[in-house]
Nanobody, 115 residues
Framework: QVQLVESGGGLVQPGGSLRLSCAAS??????MGWYRQAPGEQREMVAV???????RYADSVKGRFTISRDSVRNMVYLRMNSLKQEDTAVYYC???????????WGQGIQVTVSS
């Protein structure tokens, strides 16, 4: 059973930075990435990275967030700069396997941007 464990969340002031990390128990994922869900909102894609290192970002985070993968260690990271109050949400690590395309989610980690 694949497990995804996030770390690195917390409280930060507007304009600050955080780095989220996600450790996966499996390997060979075709996609790894991050989604987020704010209170009363639907879960949305933040950033994803394919096994071939192609990346995709939500328009709202382009230029501020950077996703990176370490396929050897089965880790995915999200560097978040210039954080805004609207970035406040629970952030979920995501991974998708090849073949059947099974999807896995972490338990979520809170990021709060507030002064």
């Amino acid at each position: 059973q694949v497990q995804l464990v996030e770390s690195g969340g917390g409280l930060v002031q507007p304009g600050g930075s955080l780095r989220l990390s996600c450790a996966a128990s499996g390997s060979g994922f075709i996609v790894m990435g991050w989604y987020r869900q704010a209170p009363g909102e639907q879960r949305e894609m933040v950033a994803v990275a394919t096994h071939g290192a192609n990346t995709r970002y939500a328009d709202s985070v382009k230029g501020r967030f950077t996703i990176s993968r370490d396929s050897v260690r089965n880790m995915v990271y999200l560097r978040m700069n210039s954080l805004k109050q609207e970035d406040t949400a629970v952030y979920y690590c995501y991974a998708k396997t090849p073949g059947w395309g099974h999807e896995y989610w972490g338990q979520g980690i809170q990021v709060t941007v507030s002064s």
